[in-house]
């Protein structure tokens, strides 16, 4: 038995913020975006739009295309770092959104590794438990937390959802491994100082802009250019399979030249890697679900695909996981 993706979902918000914007915003350029990170466009969510809405949209589609309803859930997890509020957690609002009333809910904080936490944690669930149908979403809204003063980070993301359903079936689809990991030595490097309680909120806070996504771009760098190949490696590994194996390579979408440093490293061809920060940027949790959604749609995943995803983000996280493509 293993646990199958049976249905999937994206939320996007409509609004394109393009680089040609962000030349009138801050102290940059189309090219040094575009040169330094692949990215040309990402979506932006308004206000009064909640992460929990995006979610909700992409949590919908997800539940509708698996062909269950809402009630057959067992548990729904939310992956994202910028929540509607600190509690209640944004999966019990997506729950009574949906309708949901027989899913616990919890959400999941592992920065942009969180939909590939969220995938482990279901694979389990699903398989250890009596527990037919988990629900994960990876839903961000983080231009709410950028620094539109600070270059170094307010040209890298945008917003989005993407959702999975997953269920149990033979062993033809499906999960085959996965693997994850953290670094919390490293989480000085990506974090958003202020709000919490180790720096509650005060006019102080508001005023030195705690409350921003700080970053060290250079030190995410090294780690993430280091660490897909190695979780790759491992993830095929565990499962019995290689890197010529892979079909489908779908790498966290946070900077072109990582990605192609792992491609390189591991002789995966562009035809084989999911690529789309040029148009969304880096959507955190939401990356490897809306890159999945989309090539589904495209008819560039196909049933019997050995597909490998992998993220790292804050804390720091990292995780990997390899799937058979297709569901039962
Ligand atoms: N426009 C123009 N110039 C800029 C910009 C900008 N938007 N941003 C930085 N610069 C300048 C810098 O000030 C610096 O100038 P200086 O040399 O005069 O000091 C110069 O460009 C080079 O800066 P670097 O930081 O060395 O640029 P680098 O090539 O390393 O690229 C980047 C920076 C894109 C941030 C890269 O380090 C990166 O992608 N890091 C990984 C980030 C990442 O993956 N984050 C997501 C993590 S996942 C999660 O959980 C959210």
Redesign the pocket.
Known sequence: MRAQIIGLGYGLPERRLTNQDLEKM????DK??VE??GIRERRIADQPIKCSDLAYQAAEMAVQRAGISAQQLDLIIVATSTPDMFFPSTACIVQDLLGATNAAAFDLSA??TGFVYGLDVAHKYLLADDCHYVLVIGAEIISRILDYED??TC??FGDGAGAAVLGKGSDAYGILSSVLGADGSGAAH?SMPAGGTAMPASLETVQNRLHFLR?N??E??RF?SRITSEISSQVLQKAGYTYSDVDIFVPHQ??IR?IRTAMKRMNIPAEKTLINLDKYG?T?AACIPVALFEAEQEGRIKAGDLVLLVA???GLTYGGVLLRWGRD
Do not use: E, K, P, Y
């Open positions: 801050v102290d940059t350029s040094w975006i330094r990170s920065g942009c270059r170094n040209v890298l990506l970053m771009g250079n995410i760098f993430a946070a900077n990582i880096n955190s790292f983000g804050a």
